[in-house]
Every structure is written in structure tokens, then in C-alpha cells.
């Protein structure tokens, strides 16, 4: 079941759910604590409520039981600081398009393909040309309203125009506007395809400019500071996907104010090559996935959420979800200086969603085991901290991209292709798989200093992406001549060498886009493989395009080789070091990945004291062994903070009001109702009286204790409850 199918169903079965609660309840802080976010289309429910610092509420829709202002209020009085998300290239808009708004129809606005059907995102949901009629009827019916409501901060998520679609009329319209002169058949020529892309990247550049301009400025007027975030899929994935979007641009906007990664499974798995193999890999693209979205922001001081989700919207074994969950969950971690996040999206489907197992055909809810678990994970989000830690392994090696990779992917001319994203992935994953933490720079944010950091070589290629302007150029001639290396990989022989562009237009009369960067930097225009002095600089020029060294075993040897050797010589961080693996610190928490396909097929064995936090029964251990293609999230008991207060180490619930005595200390904790709450406490001594009460005064019947005279942790084990359980332990 996809997303806008989740939408439309919560619309109805979330209105039998019972009374809203009216207990005010002001534990949670707001704009001081928006660390660990959610979106919901639902009002609130027992079995949903997951404690997260914001729940993001998803539309505007009215119901007869509940109109959308209901639906916010029933979060706030929960005690949950609230958001607005809405989609701006799809949504539950019907009485626009249907014509309620102004009398018009407007499924003509539909984005469409070249046989003349529309695309949809569901039924009567089409995925839209942004016109300025939708963007006024978005800031009249949708931003204006959640304004007026309370709401101080608006997602507008997911601006995204497919790369097979460009044929309707609005998109006619919308080109004769930007270009001047009549629609090109996109499917009739590379610079017809790259045209229309750059419209449809412009198109929602544009329209999120205009619309969360609007929100600002209303803000304003009634003297309130409203903020503006783009949760988007990756670069990466959207260039897999073959879908057009402003990405990065938008970040060196005034009015958006930062970005959630919407990066999870359903993302990451999907197939790439590597060693001639295809297949899924999700760890290592997930990594690179969240590396790109850190990226757009890092340089720019805009704020970025990161995103994980513990299952999909295609059916999958439990097994599977739990699996590849794990490997974007540690992913995600292993950028220490990001630790605001989106900690699930929907909890309503994951909590109550029923999935057809692959192989039973049977539909399951999630297991009791797995929910557990998730909480114990999301709740270690709320204390991870920023960490000026480094993630082990070789650092210094960048690969840039830009927004021009989304331009060429649909259709394919003259022969050319770029399988699976080929052309990224060569570029990458031969050092990631190596264990070498690849680093990715936005080529349009290379203006700001901060982009450069900690970057000894640069890998770039013009194989599946196009400069957007000269000045691009000048910035990195400027950087390899004040010392940098640049590996330059490319046959520059594809059909989009040619469009008509900057370098080949206004005096300039480059053949290909590279030959302007190579003049820059002091070389021919169109020099041969080897390597080039320039200024303290060096330039090493590889002529294949990346994709070569992934669709056949072994062909990434010299190209491993030939950077290597530059990393080494030249850049003065001493050895490039290959292993399988990657580790980080944050805080008492330690990540670990270890990968398969890589320089060895060695577990990785970590010995210490720890509690294993992808293990729902929080064991205490002493050794860990992760074998490839695996990872772990320990807290590290050798690295508690105030190690001689009682608190709470680990928990699938949160915590609040935690008082501690001169021998006691007690607690509440709080989460969905119908899981099972399993927790690590840490105390001077083992408790001689415990008390496990509901807030309301009712015992809790089922609770199960454990001892553990090393750690001097106590486990605790009992159902969870939304309105909370009162903990008391005396010693």
C-alpha cells in the first residue's frame, strides 16, 4: 500500500478511533526541542503515539467527524509541538482539480507522457506542472490556512517533475514562457530532452520560491517567523528514479530553511553494479544517499533531518524490513554532525498496517519483537548527539555532482546509457566498498568555502552530468591551483556533450563542457589520459566514463590504482587504507558496518561492555561479532556520562519527570499502547523495592526485572502505555 493510499484510508479509520484526549499536557518544549520529528495524516491514538519531540501533520482535509484544525489540536493536546507537511507536485486537491477552487477543471495541469496519459500518484491524484494558478490555489487554500491555524513550520515535500513526462499542454505553455520559442518533443533529441528537464528543474525551483516566499511574508504580517523545509528524496535517488528536482539549488535560497532526507529503504535498495554484479546494496547506498543530502546543507548552515523508515510500501518478510532497516538506521548515524531526525513517517501503517507476507500470502501486523525494537532505536535518537568525531577511515576523497544528473536519464539517444546510475556509482563505490568514507560535494554550492572542507582529491565526470555555468569552472580551477588534485573520469563522447549551452554559446565555442574546465586550468582543451601540473595543483585525467569500471569484474583496478597513488604522493594524508568496515563514536554510542563484497570477507569482533541495542532484549555484552554485510548500535557502558547518577541508559519508551534520591530514584515513561516496553537502568545497587504503577494509580501487573552485577544495569520488562508508567526503584 503506498503513501497516498495510507493518506485516503487514515482519512476514514482513524475517525472511529474514540475520544481525543483533552489532558493539556506541556512536558515537551517546542522550538527548543524539535529534534526527533514525525508525519501523520491521523489524529492522535494510543497505539501511535511514539513521543517524538513534533508531530508533523500531513493536510488540510476536513472530514464531517473532524475538520484538519481538530486533527491538529488532538496532537497538541497530547503534549506534541506541530508541523505542517503537504505535497507540492501531488496531494489530496481534488477541489482544484475537479474545479471547486475557481470553477475551472484542472487535470489538464496533470504531468504526461508522451502517449497522452497522465501520471498518477493514485486515483484523481495526478502528479502536476506547477502553474501559476496551482501555486495560487496552494497559498490560498493550504499555506494561508495552517498559518492561520497556529502552524509556524511548513514541509512542502517531494518537488518532483518525471523525466518521461513534458507533454501536456501546461507544460507547452510553461516552455514557450521560459524559452520564447514553441515545445520540442523531448524523445526527438539530447537537447530537447535536456531543455525539458532544465524546465521542469526550473519549474519547481521556482514554485517553492514563490510559495514559501508567500508563507514568509503572511507570517510576518501577523508578527510571526515562519519556517520552510523540503523533505526530498536524494540526488541519487531521484537521478535512479528519473525524476527532475531543484535538490540542492534550493538550499543557497533565503526563504527555505533546511531539508529532510527522505532516505529509507524503499530508496536504498535499489539495484546498482558493482563488479560487474547487479544487485541490491542498500548500506553502502544509503550512505552515499545520506552523504549527498548532508552536503546540500553542510556549507550553508541550513538545518537537515534524516529520515528512516522501518518498513515500505512494497510487501517484504518482516525479516527483510527489520534487515535492511538496521542498515539505513546505521547509515544515517554515521554523520556526526547531523542529529536532528525523522524518526518514522506514518506510524499509523506501522503500527496497525497489515502486510501480505511474499511467501505465506498471509497479511501480518508488525511483530510484537520488531516494535520493540523500533522504539528502542528511536528513542536512542533522542540522545544522539553532534560529534566532532571522524568516521574511521581514509578521509579527503570527494566526488561532486550536480542537479544536471537528472537531466539525461529518459530517453536514451544514440545508443548511450548509464545503467543503474552507473556513472555515479563508478565514481564511488570502488573506495567505499574499500572502506573509504567517499565524501560528496553539490556542485552548486562550491561557492561557499565550507564545501571544499576536508577534501584532498576531487573525482568528477561530465559522463552523466553538465555544468550549469562558467563560474562552476572557475572554482574549481581556483582550488587544484591552490594545491588540490583532481581526477577528471570521461570519454566526454555521450550526446549530451553538444546541447546548447554556456560553453558553447556567447563567444565560447567548446565542444564539450570539460574542454572549458581544462582551459581553466591552464591545459589543452581536450587533453589525453595522463597527469598535469597546475598552479600547486594536479590533474589526472582518466579517459573512461566511471560506468566502465562497474559493469565488468576487476575493471576499477586502475582507477583504484591511478588515485591511490595521488592520494598517497600528493596529498600528503599519508596511506590510503583499505578495509571492510567503518566505525564512529557518538557520545556512549558506537556504530559499526561491515561490508560484504569487499577487500576482506574478516568479521569485525568488538569486545567491550555493552548493551546491543539492535537486540530488543537489551542483553549486556561483552563481545560483538559483525559479519560482512551486517552492522551494530552498541551503547558503550565504558563511556557513560556521570557514571555515578541513576538514569536510564536504554528504553523503548521515553522519559520524562526523573527525580533522584538519596536512594531511590523513579521516573515515567511513555509510549504507543499495545508494545512492550524493555529498558536498562543504571543504579548504584540492586533494587530492593520496586513499584510499576500506570500514572492513573493502577499496578502494573506483568513486570519482569533482571539484575546485572557487571553493568550494575537493571532491565526492566512491561507493556507500554501512552498516558504513561511510574517507575519507583529504591536500594
Known sequence: MNATEWRILCAGMFLIAGGIACTSNKEIPHVETEKTIFQTAAPWKA?????????????????????????????QQRGYYTHFITGVAWGEYQDYFMGKWDGKEHFMEGQMSVDGDTIWHGATVPYLVPTSSFISYMKEKHIKRVIDAGIDVIYLEEPGFWTHAGYSEAFKEEWKK???????????SPENTYLSNKLKYHLYYHALDELFSYAKAYGKQL??????????????NYSQWQIVSPEASLASLDCVDGYIAQVWTGTSRVPNYYQGVMKERVFETAFLEYGSMESMTAPTGRKMYFLTDPIEDRPRDWDDFKKNYEATFTAQLLYPQIADYEVMPWPERIYEGLYEMPETREKETIPHSYSTQIQVMINALNQMPLSDNKISGSAGISVMVANSMMFQGYPEHRGYTDPQLSNFFGQTLPFLKRGIPVKVIH???????????????????????????????????????NGGILVYCGRDSDPFQTVTEWWNQDGLSYRTPSGHLFRQLGLNAYPKDGSYSSGKGMVCIIRKDPKEFMLEQGNDKIYVAQVRKLYEEYAGNGQLEFKNNFRLERGPFDIVAVMDESVSLESNKIKGLYIDLFDPELPV????????GNQAFLYNLERITEPDIPQVLATAARVYQEKVGKNSYSFIVKSPAGTTNVMRVLLPALPKKIKVKETAGRKVERVATEWDPVSKTYRLQFDNHPDGIRVQLKW
Open 47 to 75: 497505539v501511535m503515539d511514539i513521543r517524538a519531540d513534533v508531530a508533523v501533520i500531513y493536510g488540510t482535509h476536513d472530514h464531517p467527524e473532524m475538520s484538519f484544525e481538530e486533527r491538529l489540536r488532538s496532537w
Open 178 to 188: 521560459y524559452y520564447g520559442f514553441d515545445w520540442r518533443p523531448q524523445h526527438e
Open 223 to 236: 508578527g510571526r517567523d515562519i519556517r520552510c523545509f523540503v523533505p526530498t528524496h536524494s540526488l541519487i
Open 443 to 481: 556542485m552548486e554550492n562550491i561557492s561557499y568555502p565550507e564545501a571544499w572542507k576536508d577534501t584532498k582529491v576531487l573525482i568528477l565526470s561530465y559522463a552523466n552530468m553538465r555544468p550549469m555555468s562558467a563560474e562552476v569552472h572557475a572554482g574549481i580551477a581556483a582550488w587544484v591551483k
Open 621 to 628: 555484552i561483552t563481545e560483538k561479532e559483525i559479519t560482512p
